[in-house]
């Protein structure tokens, strides 16, 4: 079993700045994709930021604003999120995909707000 813990998120100004962190734990083999959803109300689950064994997928609508990477530790991965905009008000969620020594994975955390309002 791989668990997600979250940290980071919370309310902040427009032009403000979060950072949140993800960190996979249990008997994790490797790790193919890590990153960062989102779900704003009334609206689907969507990528914001992962890391892949192919590289880097960030979505459209925070390129130049939001950066991922990896933190210390292999199995974690950082969203340094500036220049936050209201519509970046969102459930943010961790999801990891890989394996452990006997099985594939695929875990999500349990998510983490982020609202931005002035």
């Known amino acids: 079993q791989v668990q997600l813990v979250e940290s980071g998120g919370g309310s902040v100004q427009p032009g403000g700045s979060l950072r949140l962190s993800c960190t996979a734990q249990?008997?994790?083999?490797?790790?193919?994709?890590m990153g960062w959803y989102r779900q704003a109300p009334g609206k689907q689950r969507e990528l914001v930021a992962r890391?892949?064994?192919?590289?880097?997928d960030i979505a459209d609508s925070v390129k130049g604003r939001f950066t991922i990477s990896r933190g210390n530790s292999e199995n974690t991965v950082e969203l340094q999120m500036n220049n936050l905009k209201p519509e970046d008000t969102a459930v943010y969620y961790c999801?990891?995909?890989?394996?452990?020594?006997?099985?594939?994975?695929?875990?999500w955390g349990p998510g983490t707000q982020v609202t931005v309002s002035s």
């Open positions: 999801n990891a995909e890989g394996y452990t020594d006997d099985d594939d994975f695929g875990s």
């Open positions: 890391i892949t064994h192919m590289g880097t």
């Open positions: 249990g008997n994790i083999f490797s790790i193919n994709a």
